[in-house]
């Protein structure tokens, strides 16, 4: 058995390495500008939203699709993709994964519909699904134990530095080029990410690798959270009560239920449920799950309440996101530093705590709160976030068994990714429902002519995004009106969602008190010297 083919079992110290190829820091070099490309682009487009929804008439829905479909396409596959590393290499699919990310990013600046921009999220959500366990994997193949966990922590800031400077760029971008540039950029640094694998990269190969898929379970997952998300979608249209919402919920939980019982049967699961026996590894899924929700769900919602309620141009609105970047860029290594002394729990569950006090903040934000208490805002939910981040690969893979390693990685993102996923749906329900009940009061109450009950439902969808619905050749007394009435009824909405945000991010630190540091964290097999 050659070095590379005992990534997984925790042999002694191997023979240090020479040349470039297999270099430990030329490798998170590589896999770095990989995940960056990937964490960048789940939120570097929600700042150009409200640019493709007018650019391709989009509806609230095709805006949410267009987030959803790449967070669920990643999500789900994310595990598959671990396996699929284990059983090929980490180094094939992590070029398989970055190429296609970069080909899925230039087919969609060129797409000119909606459905065709969400079809190329999905194979571009596929393909990051691939970056991401077997980055995780190769670290784990290049490191030796005791610089594994310092790699780990990089590695985090990586992808929270990604996170949070996505409004920056896409800012910028959209102001200064157009929404496309958004997708365009993945090209050069997909095609860099590319040559740095063909310089650099070796080709570590588990000595346990799976010899078969658990296709079965993939359909029941995939088909579960297609039906979840499909009915919190379209929630607004066909109400909760509806005989297709109903129908869509009961489908998802009968494919979950399935998915269980087949994992428990099946000879390779998708998921060993084994794993959920460890308490802190559980606690610390559900907590990355309530955390994305928490942030993802309500930074959807805070770049229309900035461009289209404030008036402020793209790269205005990112900049106003600053404070919640540098918080995740400073707050990041510090939490490392706290993590390591103290251990995971008390940095956690005070991560949440901010997290929560900063949505129940935002949810008083009103049409005409100034910047610096939005600021403060922002900064205190970056502080928040940052312990989360850097703390999931302490609690989740390092309380997984070494030979789950790979797949405890892909089980951490993939719970981010669906936590985002669905606070986008659930909180654009919120949104929705709200404005919905809102609206046609406050609209007779500002002695606005009667509206017919269709066009009043057209009327609050294009609230729903902030927008005010003025019909043309409006005089521009009643045009006043119409516009404050609706950015009144759209940050009321908003508050709602940012009040369920909170209080799911102190859910969150409640879990958090269930972490604790990884008991395998140490077992990391041997790599190269340093």
Same mark, same amino acid.
């Given at each position: 058995?050659?070095?590379?083919?005992?990534?997984?079992?925790?042999?002694?110290e191997l023979a240090p390495r020479k040349g470039l190829?297999?270099?430990?820091?030329?490798?998170?070099?590589?896999?770095?500008?990989?995940?960056?490309?990937?964490?960048?682009?789940?939120?570097?487009?929600?700042?150009?939203?409200?640019? /493709?929804?007018?650019?391709?008439?989009? #509806?609230?829905?095709?805006?949410?699709?267009?987030?959803?479909?790449?967070?669920?396409?990643?999500?789900?596959?994310?595990?598959?993709?671990?396996?699929?590393?284990?059983?090929?290499?980490?180094?094939?699919?992590?070029?398989?994964?970055?190429?296609?990310?970069? %080909?899925?990013?230039?087919?969609?600046?060129?797409?000119?519909?909606?459905?065709?921009?969400?079809?190329?999220?999905?194979?571009?959500?596929?393909?990051?699904?691939?970056?991401?366990?077997?980055?995780?994997?190769?670290?784990?193949?290049?490191?030796?134990?005791?610089?594994?966990? =310092?790699?780990?922590?990089?590695?985090?800031?990586?992808?929270?530095?990604?996170?949070?400077?996505?409004?920056?760029?896409?800012?910028?971008?959209?102001?200064?080029?157009?929404?496309?540039?958004?997708?365009?950029?993945?090209?050069?640094?997909?095609?860099?990410?590319?040559?740095?694998?063909?310089?650099?990269?070796?080709?570590?190969?588990?000595?346990?690798?799976?010899?078969?898929?658990?296709?079965?379970?993939?359909?029941?997952?995939?088909?579960?959270?297609?039906?979840?998300?499909?009915?919190? /979608?379209?929630?607004?249209?066909?109400?909760?009560?509806?005989?297709?919402?109903?129908?869509?919920?009961?489908? %998802?939980?009968?494919?979950?239920?399935?998915?269980?019982?087949?994992?428990?049967?099946?000879?390779?699961?998708?998921?060993?449920?084994?794993?959920?026996?460890?308490?802190?590894? #559980?606690?610390?899924?559900?907590?990355?799950?309530? =955390?994305?929700?928490?942030?993802?769900?309500?930074?959807?919602?805070?770049?229309?309440?900035?461009?289209?309620?404030?008036?402020?141009?793209?790269?205005?609105?990112?900049?106003?996101?600053?404070?919640?970047?540098?918080?995740?860029?400073?707050?990041?290594?510090?939490?490392?530093?706290?993590?390591?002394?103290?251990?995971?729990?008390?940095?956690?569950?005070?991560?949440?705590?901010?997290?929560? %006090?900063?949505?129940?903040?935002?949810?008083?934000?009103?049409?005409?709160?100034?910047?610096?208490?939005?600021?403060?805002?922002f900064a205190l939910f970056g502080l928040g976030l940052?312990?989360?981040?850097?703390?999931?690969?302490?609690?989740?893979?390092?309380?997984?068994?070494?030979?789950?390693?790979?797949?405890?990685?892909?089980?951490?993102?993939?719970?981010?990714?669906?936590?985002?996923?669905?606070?986008?749906?659930?909180?654009?329900?919120?949104?929705?429902?709200?404005?919905?009940?809102?609206?046609?009061?406050?609209?007779?109450?500002?002695?606005?002519?009667?509206?017919?009950?269709?066009?009043?439902?057209?009327?609050?969808?294009?609230?729903?995004?902030?927008?005010?619905?003025?019909?043309?050749?409006?005089?521009?007394?009643?045009?006043?009106?119409?516009?404050?009435?609706?950015?009144?009824?759209?940050?009321s909405a908003m508050s709602t969602s940012f009040f369920?945000?909170?209080?799911?991010?102190?859910?969150?630190?409640?879990? %958090?008190?269930?972490?604790?540091?990884?008991?395998?964290?140490?077992?990391?097999?041997?790599?190269?010297?340093?």
């Open positions: 058995m050659t070095p590379e083919s005992t990534v997984a079992d925790a042999t002694p190829r297999g270099h430990p820091w030329l490798t998170l070099l590589t896999v770095a500008i990989g995940v960056m490309m990937v964490a960048l682009d789940g939120t570097i487009v929600a700042i150009a939203n409200p640019a /493709i929804q007018k650019d391709l008439g989009a #509806s609230l829905a095709d805006v949410q699709w267009i987030t959803n479909a790449y967070l669920l396409a990643l999500a789900v596959v994310l595990i598959t993709a671990g396996k699929l590393g284990d059983r090929f290499g980490y180094r094939l699919v992590f070029l398989i994964g970055t190429t296609g990310f970069a %080909a899925s990013s230039g087919l969609i600046a060129l797409s000119g519909q909606v459905s065709v921009v969400i079809g190329f999220r999905v194979l571009q959500g596929l393909c990051g699904a691939l970056l991401m366990p077997s980055a995780l994997g190769l670290l784990r193949a290049t490191f030796p134990a005791e610089k594994l966990n =310092m790699a780990l922590g990089l590695w985090s800031m990586v992808i929270g530095a990604s996170t949070a400077g996505g409004p920056i760029i896409g800012g910028l971008l959209v102001e200064h080029v157009n929404w496309q540039s958004v997708f365009y950029i993945n090209v050069p640094v997909g095609a860099l990410a590319v040559v740095l694998s063909l310089l650099f990269l070796k080709d570590p190969r588990s000595s346990n690798a799976p010899r078969s898929f658990d296709l079965l379970g993939i359909v029941l997952l995939s088909g579960g959270m297609f039906c979840l998300i499909w009915a919190l /979608i379209k929630v607004p249209d066909w109400h909760w009560g509806s005989p297709r919402t109903l129908g869509f919920l009961g489908a %998802a939980l009968l494919c979950f239920v399935a998915f269980v019982l087949w994992q428990i049967r099946v000879r390779e699961p998708l998921l060993p449920l084994r794993l959920f026996r460890s308490v802190p590894l #559980s606690a610390g899924t559900v907590l990355m799950v309530l =955390m994305a929700f928490a942030f993802m769900g309500g930074i959807f919602y805070v770049t229309f309440y900035l461009q289209n309620v404030h008036g402020m141009s793209p790269v205005n609105a990112g900049l106003h996101l600053l404070p919640l970047t540098c918080m995740m860029i400073v707050g990041s290594p510090l939490a490392g530093v706290a993590i390591t002394r103290f251990g995971p729990r008390i940095p956690l569950v005070l991560g949440m705590a901010c997290t929560a %006090a900063a949505c129940f903040g935002m949810s008083t934000l009103t049409t005409d709160t100034g910047t610096p208490l939005v600021s403060l805002w940052a312990p989360v981040l850097v703390g999931a690969t302490d609690v989740i893979v390092g309380n997984a068994p070494l030979e789950h390693a790979g797949l405890a990685g892909g089980l951490q993102q993939g719970a981010m990714q669906v936590g985002g996923s669905l606070g986008t749906a659930v909180l654009g329900a919120v949104v929705a429902s709200r404005v919905s009940h809102l609206l046609p009061g406050r609209w007779a109450a500002a002695g606005l002519p009667p509206l017919p009950p269709e066009t009043m439902d057209k009327g609050a969808k294009v609230t729903e995004l902030g927008v005010a619905p003025i019909p043309p050749h409006t005089p521009p007394q009643v045009a006043d009106k119409i516009t404050d009435v609706a950015h009144h009824t759209f940050v369920v945000a909170g209080w799911v991010a102190v859910g969150a630190a409640l879990v %958090a008190l269930l972490t604790k540091r990884g008991a395998h964290a140490g077992a990391a097999p041997g790599g190269a010297h340093l």
